[in-house]
T-cell receptor, first 115, second 116 residues
Framework: DTGVSQDPRHKITKRGQNVTFRCDPI?????LYWYRQTLGQGPEFLTY????????KSRLLSDRFSAERPKGSFSTLEIQRTEQGDSAMYLC?????????????FGPGTRLTVL | AQSVAQPEDQVNVAEGNPLTVKCTYS??????LFWYVQYPNRGLQFLLK??????LVKGSYGFEAEFNKSQTSFHLKKPSALVSDSALYFC??????????????FGKGNQVVVIP
């Protein structure tokens, strides 16, 4: 399978714990995005990487959230001191570089439940 | 800032009938427009996009969409719906030029239910 993969698919944690999610984009895609999707809503942009550089962050990305893409390949999203409001589906997407009209390809998501 | 409105929460249609899912957008400048579909517990799958040129865009699985600049709309259509088309549909927009803003803005989605 050469699509975008995410791990884990599901994560249940207790409030206050730290969690880390991983995204492996399509290999030739140098642009990588993280989104958050809550029930009944569309995906909301969190952050964007071009190669290893994090070029844009949403105001939704509080200081408890950090994302990395150390070698311009896979990316990790860490949430520290999780809160119940962090419960959501976290989606990763990637696309080829160049023009912005190139569509983003999404992974299956990581569903986070904070108890 | 860009935004998308999908005014209907749910669209019910009988199998074999035409399907329309509505989307209007707001951007500063010209838009790139996208439709995605999401099945339960799955990520979003790309259906089609409008960049420039012909206002009628054809995509995957028999879907098409019509760009209407004066009405700022990009409605998704399928001439004959299938039960397997039952899913959640999202419209998304990106502004051109984006001045470094690479994000897509998504609507809240429309649940499509195709009745056998």
């Amino acid at each position: 399978d050469t699509g975008v993969s995410q791990d884990p698919r599901h994560k249940i944690t207790k409030r206050g714990q730290n969690v880390t999610f991983r995204c492996d984009p399509i290999s030739e895609h140098n642009r990588l995005y993280w989104y958050r999707q809550t029930l009944g809503q569309g995906p909301e942009f969190l952050t964007y990487f071009q190669n290893e550089a994090q070029l844009e962050k949403s105001r939704l990305l509080s200081d408890r959230f950090s994302a990395e893409r150390p070698k311009g390949s896979f990316s990790t999203l860490e949430i520290q001191r999780t809160e119940q409001g962090d419960s959501a589906m976290y989606l990763c997407a990637s696309r080829v570089g160049g023009e912005g009209y190139n569509e983003q390809f999404f992974g299956p998501g990581t569903r986070l439940t904070v108890l | 800032a860009q935004s998308v409105a999908q005014p209907e929460d749910q669209v019910n249609v009988a199998e074999g009938n035409p399907l329309t899912v509505k989307c209007t957008y707001s951007v500063s400048g010209n838009p790139y427009l996208f439709w995605y579909v999401q099945y339960p517990n799955r990520g979003l799958q790309f259906l089609l996009k409008y960049i420039t040129g012909d206002n009628l865009v054809k995509g995957s699985y028999g879907f098409e969409a019509e760009f209407n600049k004066s009405q700022t709309s990009f409605h998704l259509k399928k001439p004959s719906a299938l039960v397997s088309d039952s899913a959640l549909y999202f419209c998304a927009v990106r502004a051109i030029p984006d001045y470094g803003n690479n994000r897509l803005a998504f609507g809240k989605g429309n649940q499509v239910v195709v009745i056998p």
